[in-house]
């Protein structure tokens, strides 16, 4: 689905900018006629990645904050405008205030908050726009920013435990990085210099060592440099979405983390997936914007085909029923919602059981990569120790037999 923009007029008002999302350029027009707007001039395509006067602030700018702070004056039964000059003037960052300024000051050019969205690219999440349009044709604008809110704030609870939960086996791994480096690069340099100043030959063991700790010294720079060539040259056989494709794939596979990251893809899916149709939007247009949220291209590309499914007749529940990535509860479940009229509240039983079981795996996941980093660690060490173990005991012997 893409962005069309247009200049538009309405009946007794000047014309404006009208931002409308549509498959093609003949639906664009026909919204545009039901919304009772007359277009002037067509002036092309939105790049949805962005390119506005904030593009080089994204980071500075808090969407999750921003959110947080209009549900609750939006609630209180404030007017937009007015609730966003709240937000501004409450705001110390001069990005975060100059963005929440730059909506207020389109709300007074006529233009409407969706479109505003719209225009930041991907500075919001891909579903905010839409159910912000969604809550402006139906009057329930306070309703769907609160839902933001809190789907926002349960999307970020699960980002900032899997950074927490990683923060450990980081730091296990650094050290562990740390220790190997020095003994490559200083221990083991100085007892092989023990033995050249005796004029003796190096064991073979401790010459495999100091093999290795002068490559740690000089050529260290070769392993990136080679990671680097690698990934251009791979780039340039197989063209970036080739590649792509082929390296989610093998992460797929991967034992344990290629379940974790289905999982994660299938949380954000099926979050949207609720939080769409509990607010009404037409279901087509729910799963292909829930289609977009999904990074992953294999993933991907297994729910290209889910409108078409809707268009013939299918049911939601029908349309996932052999789709290989979402879990095994979720079509029996989702058939329920569908006989009692509960989808929505199904679909955000079905999201908060898998990010339970996802927070399980990810700790499963961790919990085998700390031992195993522990173990080569210790591996590396007991090679070092022996070798030097084997050297003292020649040394040992020479003297003896001196």
Request: glycine content about 6%; aromatic content about 8%.
């Amino acid at each position: 689905m893409s962005v069309y923009r247009y200049i538009a007029v309405a009946p007794g008002a000047a014309p404006g900018e009208v931002l409308i999302e549509a498959d093609n350029e003949k639906e664009a027009l026909n919204k545009l006629r039901s919304r009772q707007l007359r277009p002037i001039r067509y002036c092309g395509e939105v790049d949805e990645e962005g390119g506005n006067a904030f593009s080089l602030h994204r980071k500075k700018i808090n969407t999750f904050e921003f959110t947080r702070q209009l549900s609750p004056l939006l609630d209180s039964f404030i007017p937009l405008e007015r609730a966003l000059g709240i937000i501004a003037d409450s705001t110390s960052e001069k990005d975060q205030r100059d963005f929440v300024n730059s909506l207020r000051q389109g709300l007074h050019e006529g233009k409407k908050f969706s479109e505003l969205v719209r225009q930041h690219g991907k500075l919001f999440p891909g579903y905010y726009a839409n159910l912000i349009e969604s809550g402006e044709e139906t009057g329930c604008l306070p309703d769907v920013v609160r839902e933001l809110h809190k789907f926002m704030g349960e999307s970020k609870e699960l980002k900032d435990f899997v950074v927490s939960s990683s923060i450990y086996p980081l730091a296990i791994l650094t050290i562990t990085l740390i220790v190997t480096v020095l003994l490559f690069t200083v221990f083991v340099p100085r007892f092989s210099k023990i033995f050249l100043d005796m004029g003796r030959d190096l064991p073979p063991t401790m010459q495999m060592l100091t093999g290795v700790s002068t490559f740690f010294a000089w050529a260290w720079w070769l392993i990136p440099l080679a990671l680097v060539l690698l990934f251009f040259g791979l780039r340039a056989m197989l063209g970036e979405n080739e590649l792509r494709w082929r390296w989610s794939k093998f992460v797929l596979k991967l034992p344990l983390l290629g379940r974790v990251m289905v999982d994660l893809e299938m949380c954000k899916y099926i979050r949207t997936l609720a939080i769409l149709i509990s607010n009404h939007v037409e279901i087509i247009r729910t799963v292909r914007i829930s289609g977009r949220i999904i990074s992953n291209p294999v993933i991907a590309r297994a729910f290209d085909g889910i409108d078409r499914k809707l268009k013939s007749g299918d049911k939601l529940s029908g349309a996932f029923r052999d789709n290989p990535f979402l879990p095994s509860s979720l079509t029996p479940m989702l058939r329920v919602g569908e006989e009692s009229g509960t989808v929505g509240e199904m679909l955000v039983k079905i999201a908060e059981n898998l990010e339970n079981d996802t927070k399980l795996k990810i700790k499963r996941l961790l919990s085998l990569f700390e031992p195993a980093v522990i173990v080569f660690l210790a591996g590396v060490v007991l090679v070092v120790v022996v070798s030097i173990f084997i050297a003292m005991m020649e040394i040992n012997s020479i003297s003896q037999g001196g």
